[in-house]
């Protein structure tokens, strides 16, 4: 079965400065990977996918994410974080088998002005 | 054109009684699932449904139920409620698996208690 795993609880980051989130997954085909967003009370949003073809997937908000399959990883990156960045984000891969996606537990990201 | 509706936001059930959440798409969406949210876990799917009048068990089923008997409708119930039921509930649809990439739309999500 696939999974996800997103190493750190709480990514803190000054206002401006470049943004990682990072995700690394498991899978027994190929990935289809994903990248959402949650506010606060608010259900999640899609940022961005990873599905073929160049490994640097660029998405919604500015933001992108690189696919590294020798690592298996897929971290989502911001040149330059928001204050309004500041969200749960969540990780998740879809086995090419079925039709189910696997969710990592979520990071949650703080910008400071 | 509303997207992934959730009736209710909010709800507090005592030990043993019974509700049934709704969720509705207007996107003409194949696929429909149920996920619950708790702290530290992420989503877990408890539900999903591949079209009109079918469901499937996802990777938490125990104590809930679910009807798909409208293309746009999927219902999760919960017979009767226990306090390791209480998280926050997500609905979410997306496209036909054979374009297995489509990314999922999720609801606003329902808070349920259960005392």
């Known amino acids: 079965a696939q999974s996800v795993a997103q190493p750190e609880d709480q990514v803190n980051v000054a206002e401006g400065n470049p943004l990682t989130v990072k995700c690394t997954y498991s899978?027994?085909?190929?990935?289809?990977l994903f990248w959402y967003v949650q506010y606060p009370n608010r259900g999640l949003q899609f940022l961005l996918k990873y599905i073929t073809g160049d490994n640097l997937v660029k998405g919604s908000y500015g933001f992108e994410a690189e696919f590294n399959k020798s690592q298996t990883s897929f971290h989502l990156k911001k040149p330059s974080a928001l204050v309004s960045d500041s969200a749960l984000y969540f990780c998740?891969?879809?086995?090419?088998?079925?039709?189910?996606?696997?969710f990592g537990k979520g990071n949650q990201v703080v910008v400071i002005p | 054109n509303a997207g992934v509706t959730q009736t209710p936001k909010f709800r507090v059930l005592k030990t043993g009684q019974s509700m049934t959440l709704l969720c509705a798409q207007d996107m003409n969406h194949e696929y429909m699932y149920w996920y619950r949210q708790d702290p530290g876990m992420g989503l877990r799917l408890i539900h999903y449904?591949?079209?009109?009048?079918?469901?499937a068990k996802g990777e938490v089923p125990d104590g809930y139920n679910v009807s798909r008997l409208k293309k746009q409708n999927f219902l999760l119930g919960l017979e009767s409620a226990a306090p390791s039921q209480t998280s926050v509930y997500f609905c979410a649809s997306s496209y036909s698996w054979d374009q297995a990439y489509n990314e999922q739309f999720f609801g606003p999500g329902t808070r349920l208690t259960v005392l």
């Open positions: 449904s591949v079209g009109e009048g079918t469901t």
């Open positions: 899978v027994s085909g190929n990935p289809y």
């Open positions: 998740a891969v879809r086995d090419t088998g079925n039709n189910r996606l696997a």
